[in-house]
């Protein structure tokens, strides 16, 4: 429940007596402050326990006793409860409630006293309470704050200083802030908008970086990796998903998403990419980080398997948790069919990760954009490719001549500072038909060994016998290549804007063992007669 909710309902708790009520939140400072709104609005009298104070008015602050334990508390309200009714007591330091003890007892039984005396007991925890102690009263959950508090939290925080400091942002940038900064109690919402303002200013480009504002507060990632996405990062080809990516990028907007939100419509939940190793889908999912400007986490599914009855289920819950505290950010999900396939599990535990998979995917409210990547196609379940599950799935195919075309001209740049040139490139196209993106950047990146170890330049030459001396991924595996084809085609939709069609041509002749070959180096010092060798 947000704010007002929870507002309402302990009030509501409040008038009717319930003897017991347990507040569940990790934000004791923001829960007094509400308890303190309905003191005054009731003009009810709340005596509030702490550590630091013993016994005060929540209002006024006015001592009634000093004994600041929490076993002194309780004989401070069962001697009350003696002769006074209509009392209010809260108490905001309490532990070792979840099982039954000597103080969950004890409590059980002022709790008894209490409905006789038509009193309240408040108790502000973030740890479960003991079964029995619950059934004595009502329990309310105390959410962080949402994106509408968020947005008024801001906008107090910044008031004060809106003659003091540069502040560029309007109220759309109020709105993104408030998204960005979910997950966050309200305290280190107002410490990051502090931060800020110490900075002197409040910046459109500061929005970026609040975005990963949020990796510092949770060091401790249960089951996720936080990945580093490259500022410069680049890949080519993959029209149709890049096109898909773009149009949904959209709705990332404010006011776009609250549109979505008066309609009922979740923001988009996530992709399936599947298809051929090597030709992009884990670099596609760092990539989309890049394009969204949003934090990349990777959730690792053999990290989370217990041995217990439980634990990996219990450790994958915490996993989704922490994403949604951090986010928005991108979850990417590496191969996806090693945790999820169930291949000799007599336990019920993958089929219970998927379920749990499943649900958190439909229910999660936080703005988590999931990728998921697939190579073995036969050890998807079918639940997970049922429509609706993802909001689309697409299937990366060995790249087209025009998309090879565009990998070569990147790498090219990236390794020998090379910019476009037609020549090597017509003829590197019939020699890298059916290579993988992957397949491309190692052999360049194997010449650029070879060029940095020699002290030599690059020549066009060099480049044809590399590939020549080379064999595709396709070559060795092609048989598991035609099947993944065949299974995604009329299921997914393709990556790139052209599908790849297998070679037409004879295949350029392979070595029948391949071995390495260094690239041919040529001698700095041309023979009489012979030319130099072409460069780029």
């Known amino acids: 429940m947000n704010y007002n909710e929870t507002k309402e309902t302990i009030m509501n ?29 009731t003009n009810t009298n709340m005596k509030v326990h702490s550590m630091s104070n013993g016994f005060t008015n929540l209002v006024s602050g006015e001592v009634y006793n000093n004994d ?13 409860l003696q002769t006074s009714e209509n009392q209010i007591y809260v108490l905001s330091d309490v532990s070792d409630l979840d099982t039954e003890n000597i103080t969950s007892r004890y409590l059980a039984d002022l709790a008894n006293l209490a409905e006789e005396k038509s009193s309240v007991i408040i108790v502000i925890t973030a740890n479960p309470i003991w079964v029995q102690l619950q059934r004595q009263g009502m ?21 004060p200083y809106q003659n003091q400091i540069t502040i560029e942002w309007d109220k759309n940038d109020v709105m993104e802030v408030a998204n960005i900064l979910l997950g966050l109690s309200s305290v ?24 990963f504002a949020k990796d510092s507060m949770f060091s401790d990632i249960n089951g996720l990796e936080k990945i580093t996405v490259e500022e410069d990062l680049a890949f080519g080809g993959l029209k149709n998903l890049k096109e898909w990516l773009d149009e949904k990028a959209k709705l ?57 009855v439980g634990q990996s289920e219990q450790q994958l819950k915490e996993a989704f948790d922490t994403a949604e505290h951090v986010s928005p950010c991108i979850l990417w999900i590496d191969e996806i069919e090693k945790g999820l396939a169930g ?25 988590v954009f999931v ?30 001549s025009n998309e090879r075309k565009e990998i070569i001209n990147l790498y ?103 071995t390495y070959t260094p690239p041919v180096t040529p001698n700095p010092v041309p023979p009489t007669g012979s030319t130099t060798p072409t460069t780029f």
């Open 371 to 400: 990728v998921a990547t697939a190579n073995n196609v036969d050890k998807l379940p079918p639940e997970l490719l049922r429509k609706g599950r993802f909001d689309e799935l697409f299937f990366i195919d060995l790249p087209t």
């Open 412 to 514: 090219l740049n990236k390794y020998f500072e090379k910019t476009e040139n037609t020549e090597i490139i017509n003829q590197l196209l019939p020699l890298t038909e059916n290579y993988s993106g992957s397949d491309i950047e190692a052999v360049l990146r194997d010449l650029a060994y070879n060029c940095i170890a020699e002290n030599i330049e690059i020549t066009q030459q060099m480049v044809i016998d590399a590939f020549k001396n080379s064999v595709s991924m396709y070559n060795t595996n092609k048989e598991k290549v035609e099947k993944i084809r065949n299974w995604a085609k009329d299921r997914t939709i393709n990556a790139s804007a052209e599908e790849s069609k297998p070679v037409e041509t004879a295949p350029v002749q392979q070595p029948v063992q391949p």
């Open 68 to 80: 600041k334990l929490l076993m002194g508390a309780l004989d401070f309200i069962a001697k009350e």
């Open 343 to 367: 291949d000799n599990d007599s336990s019920g535990v993958t089929q219970r990760l998927i379920g749990q998979f499943l649900f958190w995917l439909q229910e999660c409210k936080k703005d």
């Open 139 to 159: 329990m309310v959950d105390f959410e962080l704050p949402d994106e509408e508090e968020i947005f008024n939290l801001v906008v107090e925080s910044i008031r």
């Open 13 to 41: 708790y409040i008038v009717a007596r319930i003897p017991f009520i347990g507040i569940n939140t990790i934000e004791k400072g923001r829960t007094l402050s509400l308890l303190r709104e309905i003191s005054k609005e």
């Open 188 to 211: 280190e919402i107002k410490n990051v908008i502090a931060t800020l303002i110490a900075g002197g200013s409040l910046l459109k480009d500061d929005l970026v970086q609040l975005k």
């Open 252 to 308: 990332l907007n404010p006011e776009k998403r609250e549109q979505m939100k008066q309609r009922g419509i979740k923001p988009p939940r996530g992709i399936l990419l599947m298809g051929v190793p090597g030709c992009g889908k884990s670099l596609s999912s760092k990539a989309i980080a890049q394009r969204w400007q949003r934090p990349l986490y990777r959730l690792d599914f053999a990290t989370i398997q217990g041995r217990y």
